[in-house]
């Protein structure tokens, strides 16, 4: 048995020809962030040099080191659902919710007319796939709190008793409480709204959820299983609880409450933490003879992913960047992109100094002294940091080859750590055919995705 696993193995592998597979393309672009509902908003917003960290409004933060955060304008959640829909909305989470919000923009934008919009859909149901990043979805206080003050312990209020609980407490909880929080619900309400009955996955790897979540759906469609996906991620960050638990592993900047504009300051060593944020970027991916066909609008062609995973420590990444450097190498060779080909790098650039470091170290291994000429654009010092949302930095990547503009890099020095980094705090023009946009995570899963103009 284990010989003929072995030979079947060794047959894939041989028949493995990267130049056979299908051509990926993105068709569409979805995106909600502190920036605005929609990728027009975003992009609008980040070649303005809008900032949209601010104190939070909402919940009272005046108990947190940190009390300022990266939330998503005012929204109702029923306008972006059919109304024979809109009874479901009540069993999602805020993240589910980012997720609908972003999938609807991302359909609009690819001019896709789904089960959504009208009765009798073309689109190909069963070769449309799902692939959305989740992360930990934070519970909403208010919901447990009944549910918390029916289980304190008689002798000691501050104190739950886990009998009580289980016996009175769970009962004020609504049947379908649990619906809202299960991380594989931001890719069920999608697909149930828009009628997609494909390949669909959800992944749950942090910050790295997106971009790891449009890699398989990039490969779903290039061996394929399928002609169009929806892939990307969502999370909602300004919460009490993600707070807390971000706060506790040092990870915030407690100082800059007053000055927002400067609290995430990515490759700078004088940074002192992240901030968080609530987003969701979405792409719709398409095989390109599906989408010429079809008369889509081309925003870029999906060249290359690479992934790995760095063992140095939960919390930390390796400070040599070997990781960093290991995915962004498999991504760059896929794509048939050498150093002198790269033409923008759009890094995570979270703002955590050893964090910072590690990644900068990464680039640096494989760029080596290109690096320094490579235009950098950051999304975080006018977002947060948006964990599984990252596909928000996805979507800066592609809009700038789409739009051949590079975004400003607020916040960024001109040099870190010795290296020099190509950076402006101003928009420039610029004919970007090849972008790179990375990412780690807590836990260690590093992803690259490179984009080429198309055509």
């Known amino acids: 048995m284990g010989e003929s696993v072995l030979i079947v193995c060794r047959r894939a592998c041989l028949s493995y020809n990267p130049a056979a597979m299908r051509r990926v393309v993105v068709t569409g672009i979805g995106v909600v962030c502190p920036l605005g509902l929609g990728s027009r908003a975003f992009w609008e917003g980040l070649l303005a040099g809008r900032c949209g960290i601010r104190r939070i409004a909402g919940f009272d933060p005046s108990g947190l080191?940190?009390?300022?955060?990266?939330?998503?304008?005012?929204?109702?959640?029923?306008?972006?659902?059919?109304?024979?829909?809109?009874?479901?909305?009540?069993?999602?989470?805020?993240?589910?919710?980012?997720?609908?919000?972003?999938?609807?923009?991302?359909?609009?934008?690819?001019?896709?007319?789904?089960?959504?919009?009208?009765?009798?859909?073309?689109?190909?149901?069963?070769?449309?796939?799902?692939?959305?990043?989740?992360?930990?979805?934070?519970?909403?206080?208010?919901?447990?709190?009944?549910?918390?003050?029916?289980?304190?312990?008689?002798?000691?209020?501050?104190?739950?008793?886990?009998?009580?609980?289980?016996?009175?407490?769970?009962?004020?909880?609504?049947?379908?409480?649990?619906?809202?929080?299960?991380?594989?619900?931001?890719?069920?309400?999608?697909?149930?709204?828009?009628?997609?009955?494909?390949?669909?996955?959800?992944?749950?790897?942090?910050?790295?959820?997106?971009?790891?979540?449009?890699?398989?759906?990039?490969?779903?469609?290039?061996?394929?299983?399928?002609?169009?996906?929806?892939?990307?991620?969502?999370?909602?960050?300004?919460?009490?609880?993600?707070?807390?638990?971000?706060?506790?592993?040092?990870?915030?900047?407690?100082?800059?409450?007053?000055?927002?504009?400067?609290?995430?300051?990515?490759?700078?060593?004088?940074?002192?933490?992240?901030?968080?944020?609530?987003?969701?970027?979405?792409?719709?991916?398409?095989?390109?003879?599906?989408?010429?066909?079809?008369?889509?609008?081309?925003?870029?062609?999906?060249?290359?992913?690479?992934?790995?995973?760095?063992?140095?420590?939960?919390?930390?990444?390796?400070?040599?960047?070997?990781?960093?450097?290991?995915?962004?190498?498999?991504?760059?060779r896929e794509a048939g992109v050498g150093a002198e080909g790269l033409d923008l790098i759009v890094p995570n650039g979270l703002g955590i100094a050893a964090h910072d470091r590690a990644e900068l170290a990464g680039y640096r291994a494989v760029l080596g002294q290109r690096l320094a000429s490579v235009p950098m654009a950051v999304v975080k010092p006018r977002t947060g940091a948006l964990s599984a949302g990252c596909g928000v930095d996805v979507a800066g990547a592609v809009l700038s080859i789409a739009h051949r503009k590079i975004p400003p890099a607020p916040n960024v020095p001109a040099a870190s750590d010795g290296q020099a980094l190509n950076v402006s705090p101003e928009p420039r023009d610029a004919d970007v055919r090849v972008a790179v946009s990375s990412v780690y995570s807590v836990g260690g899963q590093n992803a690259a995705l490179v984009f080429r103009a198309a055509g």
């Open 65 to 332: 080191a940190c009390q300022i955060g990266g939330e998503v304008p005012p929204y109702r959640i029923v306008d972006y659902v059919p109304k024979s829909y809109r009874k479901a909305t009540k069993v999602m989470a805020r993240d589910i919710e980012l997720a609908v919000i972003a999938a609807d923009d991302a359909f609009r934008d690819a001019n896709l007319a789904s089960k959504a919009y009208v009765d009798s859909p073309t689109i190909p149901s069963a070769r449309f796939g799902c692939n959305i990043g989740a992360g930990l979805i934070n519970t909403d206080l208010s919901e447990l709190a009944a549910a918390f003050d029916t289980a304190r312990r008689q002798d000691d209020p501050g104190a739950v008793d886990l009998v009580r609980w289980g016996r009175h407490g769970m009962e004020q909880l609504t049947p379908l409480w649990l619906l809202k929080y299960l991380p594989n619900m931001l890719a069920c309400h999608v697909t149930i709204i828009h009628g997609l009955t494909g390949p669909s996955n959800t992944i749950t790897c942090a910050e790295a959820s997106s971009h790891l979540a449009i890699g398989e759906a990039f490969r779903t469609i290039q061996r394929g299983d399928a002609d169009l996906a929806i892939c990307g991620g969502a999370e909602a960050k300004v919460q009490p609880m993600s707070m807390l638990r971000h706060g506790l592993l040092k990870r915030l900047n407690e100082s800059c409450n007053d000055r927002p504009d400067r609290a995430v300051l990515p490759f700078d060593p004088e940074a002192r933490g992240t901030v968080l944020g609530d987003g969701a970027g979405l792409l719709i991916l398409e095989e390109m003879g599906h989408a010429v066909e079809r008369g889509a609008r081309i925003y870029a062609e999906v060249a290359g992913f690479g992934v790995s995973q760095d063992t140095h420590s939960i919390t930390q990444p390796s400070p040599d960047g070997r990781a960093c450097a290991a995915a962004l190498r498999l991504a760059l």
